[in-house]
Nanobody, 127 residues
Framework: QVQLVESGGGLVQPGGSLRLSCACSGITLEYYAIGWFRQAPGKEREGVSYISSSGGSTYYVDSVKGRFTISRDNAKNTVYLQMNNLKPEDTAVYYC????????????????????WGQGTQVTVSS
């Protein structure tokens, strides 16, 4: 059974940093791409970042480029999202998701490209 568990969320002041982790079990992570999504209250879920199975391709939504970095450690079956210079508008529940494929193109932004989701971790950016 595939299971994804996010951790690392919390309350941080604007300009602060957090590192989210997505621990995967029940799969051989090296075969699959992973995406990070977020959903703020009253808003639709949006794609934040993505990493291909090899780590050779990474994507970011424009609002986080230069501030967030996605990485993966296939030996540990874990994907990370380093978030720096956090802003109040980054406040949301963050989810990781397992792609159906090892590599996606623009479809990385579509929820339908993923077949397993974590339960989410809350990130709150506030002074």
């Amino acid at each position: 059974q595939v299971q994804l568990v996010e951790s690392g969320g919390g309350l941080v002041q604007p300009g602060g940093s957090l590192r989210l982790s997505c621990a995967c079990s029940g799969i051989t992570l090296e075969y699959y791409a992973i995406g990070w999504f977020r959903q703020a209250p009253g808003k639709e879920r949006e794609g934040v970042s993505y990493i291909s199975s090899s780590g050779g391709s990474t994507y970011y939504v424009d609002s986080v480029k230069g501030r967030f970095t996605i990485s993966r450690d296939n030996a540990k079956n874990t994907v990370y999202l380093q978030m720096n210079n956090l802003k109040p508008e980054d406040t949301a529940v963050y989810y990781c998701a397992k792609s159906l494929r090892s590599r996606d193109g623009s479809s990385w932004l579509k929820s339908g490209s993923y077949d397993a989701w974590g339960q989410g971790t809350q990130v709150t950016v506030s002074s």
